[in-house]
């Protein structure tokens, strides 16, 4: 069984731009989560969908938003880039929602805002 | 605010010794318990999952839960070089978000 992907694996951008990137969980997986990690942060929470539907929301600002296909598939959007947004964005899928649910992980976007 | 809570390391165990990672949690609500584990420059892969209070034991890797203490370890025994990385403790509660901690640098000095 083929496992999350996510593209594009690397993407550099100029501050004010705008990024899109993409997810496809793995066969069957209907909750799309998203993360933001850096090195003094660790990894943040950013948004989970499922079924379409946002279910949670982590505390980021607005520029930062996403959205469910009914394949499963999701794709998250940053505009207007500051040079902190620089991170590695990672989506983890899981078979449903709730609490006995395993996530897992796909390799991550790396996103350098220069 | 939930949180998990990890002592950062280095951790450093020789080669064939067990390596104990330790990690507590605020949310008594808190059900379910991951480890995952990730390589510098990797994303982070799942390598335990725990439910219930005891161990969990999956080849060389033991996970311990006691939700009374609210502490969830991960023991891994005959460790190898090829183990360091960064270990991720996680936790879950219902249908709101896996809540990480920071993680713990793991080396294995062969």
């Known amino acids: 069984k083929a496992g999350v992907t996510q593209t594009p694996r690397y993407l550099i951008k100029t501050r004010g731009q705008q990024v899109t990137l993409s997810c496809s969980p793995i066969s069957g997986h209907r909750s799309v989560s998203w993360y933001q990690q850096t090195p003094g942060q660790g990894l943040q929470f950013l948004f989970e969908?499922?079924?379409?539907?946002?279910?949670n929301k982590g505390n980021f600002p607005g520029r930062f938003s996403g959205r469910q296909f009914s394949n499963s598939r999701s794709e998250m959007n940053v505009s207007t880039l500051e040079l902190g947004d620089s991170a590695l964005y990672l989506c983890a899928s899981s078979l449903s929602s709730g609490s006995i649910n395993e996530q897992f992980f796909g390799p991550g976007t790396r996103l350098t805002v220069l | 605010q939930k949180e998990v809570e990890q002592n950062s390391g280095p951790l450093s165990v020789p080669e064939g010794a067990i390596a104990s990672l330790n990690c507590t949690y605020s949310?008594?609500?808190?059900?379910?318990f991951f480890w995952y584990r990730q390589y510098s420059g990797k994303s982070p892969e799942l390598i335990m999952s725990i439910y219930s209070n005891g161990d969990k034991e999956d080849g060389r890797f033991t996970a311990q839960l006691n939700k009374a203490s609210q502490y969830v370890s991960l023991l891994i025994r005959d460790s190898q070089p090829s183990d360091s990385a960064t270990y991720l403790c996680a936790g879950l509660s219902g249908n709101t978000p896996l809540v990480f901690g920071k993680g713990t640098r793991l080396s294995v000095i062969a």
């Open positions: 949310d008594r609500g808190s059900q379910s």
């Open positions: 969908y499922f079924s379409e539907t946002q279910r």
